[in-house]
């Protein structure tokens, strides 16, 4: 029977990666903001699930998929499409560079609270998951360290970035190395037009709607009005107050304002994402140290876990309201090895993404032959 990444993956890391950001805060929170499933909706948990749903939303579905031996699928391969957390594998090609060249120290010691000054607590659970792992406690409101003294390892940290989906991270590491660094990382793997926009600030749009750009800013000026806000909100800490007080005391926006929201987050296309776990798990990727550490993060998670014929599972994903996303690549005994992108965004419901695994179409297509002749039939309708 093929394998799905919730088997691969163990513990509570499979689940994180599919939480959506609206469960992020208060469980009285979450069950004002989140709009009950609809008994059609197809079980994004399942293979079958999953051709349902791409059956009845093709233009809501870009993906891509290839092997070494042949194997190519692509639907609407080169269409931009929200990334959710799928993006922070460039963020770990950045930090995975700067080590091999010298300029980061992966044993270096950072402080919880500098990590913590990126942190906006919409990130279903994510963060205060990381900690629990990293056994740091926390305050009384399970979202942040209880001492912000603490210290843990950068290699830590980035590997909380993948491992949990922590959103802190990404921006601390393109902040630390500089946005320029995590684009050139990108391209060096394959990634040409990557979408390094702050994260932090993509979520105080939301929370703090005044801050947000008006509709129809040019892409430029939005990037440049999020590194100001993120800088804001990492030096100010009557800012990260107010934001945590409000979180705290306020529902989230409605979820058809998530929804819009989360349309106008960062974006790619499946085939540049794509490209960034094919050069890794070939080893094409900066070859030496910088292709094994960005690797060693990515496939640690399945470690362990492997069928037999299987020597590597690479995988990062992603969820937004409406939006489920993964970038994964498989290394097999014989030498094969397949990588590919899923971007959905359109119909999927709260409860879907609760559930969603967006890597299944993926890892099926390369296990099983009838079944990816199934999901070619759905494909072309």
Known sequence: MPLSRRTLLTGCTAAVAALPL??????AQARSSI????????????ADGWLTWIAGNREHLALTLTDTAGLRIAHRARTPQPLASAVKAAHLAAYAT?????????????????WERYYVPTDGGAHSNALTELGIPTDATGLYAADPERRVALEQLATMMIAHSDSAA????????GTEAVLH?????????ADVRSLCAEYLFLVLPDEAPAPGTPLPRRLEIGFDLERRHRDDETLRAQVRDRLLTRPLPSYDAQLTWASGTAASTP???????????EGRYLP??????????????????LPEGMLGFGYKGG?????????????????????GALLAHGEISAAQLQKGDPSLPLLTAVQDPAWRDRLLSALRG
């Open 22 to 27: 609206l469960t992020a805060c208060s469980p």
């Open 319 to 339: 969820s937004l309201p409406g939006v489920l996303t993964a970038g994964m690549s498989v290394r097999f005994a014989d030498g094969r090895v397949a990588a």
């Open 35 to 46: 709009a009950g499933p609809r008994a059609a909706d197809p079980d994004l948990s399942t």
């Open 288 to 305: 030496g140290p910088a292709g094994d550490i960005a690797r060693g993060v990515l496939e640690r998670q399945a470690a362990g876990n």
């Open 271 to 281: 085939e540049q994402l794509a490209a960034l776990h094919r050069s890794l798990a």
């Open 185 to 193: 990382a990108a391209r060096a793997g394959g990634w040409h037009d």
């Open 170 to 177: 990404p921006d601390f590491l393109r902040d630390r190395l």
């Open 98 to 114: 700067a080590v091999a060249e010298g300029r980061l120290d992966p044993d270096e010691q950072v402080r919880v609270g500098d």
